[in-house]
């Protein structure tokens, strides 16, 4: 059984910061799951382009508002406590903070290192192999 808790994260490795975003890496592939959960920090007025090439993502907001714009339709679909959000088919998207910062619980597959970086395109590299 592994127990974590959010606030033995904050300030340590698993904290990884971007432009306009915060990811607390809650469970990486070294955890043996065969997925990664984070809890993301998307401060209120951030934009991030993002594309997933190389991972399916689920995102269930617990806090604040944004958007996420649909790049292959067009559509933007309000985000609000409550709402999850699956990129299932490693689509394009722009997320965007509302008017508070957005609290995000988030699952990706296959599970991250943690040590992942956004590319030029908003992916993260494939995996390697290593924990």
């Given at each position: 059984?592994?127990?974590?808790?959010?606030?033995?994260?904050?300030?340590?490795?698993?904290?990884?910061?971007?432009?306009?975003?915060?990811?607390?890496?809650?469970?990486?592939?070294?955890?043996?799951?065969?997925?990664?959960?984070?809890?993301?920090?998307i401060?209120?007025?951030?934009?991030?382009?993002?594309?997933?090439?190389?991972?399916?993502?689920?995102?269930?907001c617990?806090?604040?508002?944004?958007?996420?714009?649909?790049?292959?339709?067009?559509?933007?679909?309000?985000?609000?406590?409550?709402?999850?959000?699956?990129?299932?088919?490693?689509?394009?998207?722009?997320?965007?903070?509302?008017?508070?910062?957005m609290?995000?619980?988030?699952?990706?597959?296959?599970?991250?290192?943690?040590?992942?970086?956004?590319?030029?395109?908003?992916?993260?590299?494939?995996?390697?192999?290593?924990?």
């Amino acid at each position: 059984m592994k127990i974590v808790r959010v606030q033995d994260i904050i300030g340590t490795e698993r904290e990884v910061s971007g432009p306009g975003w915060t990811s607390r890496r809650m469970l990486l592939k070294k955890d043996g799951m065969g997925f990664s959960f984070h809890e993301t920090i998307i401060p209120a007025g951030a934009e991030l382009n993002l594309w997933y090439k190389h991972h399916l993502e689920a995102v269930y907001c617990v806090a604040g508002n944004g958007s996420i714009l649909d790049k292959a339709t067009g559509e933007t679909h309000e985000i609000t406590d409550g709402t999850l959000y699956a990129l299932d088919k490693h689509d394009q998207h722009t997320l965007r903070g509302g008017t508070e910062d957005m609290r995000l619980i988030c699952a990706f597959n296959p599970p991250v290192t943690g040590r992942e970086v956004h590319d030029e395109d908003g992916a993260y590299l494939p995996d390697t192999g290593e924990d």
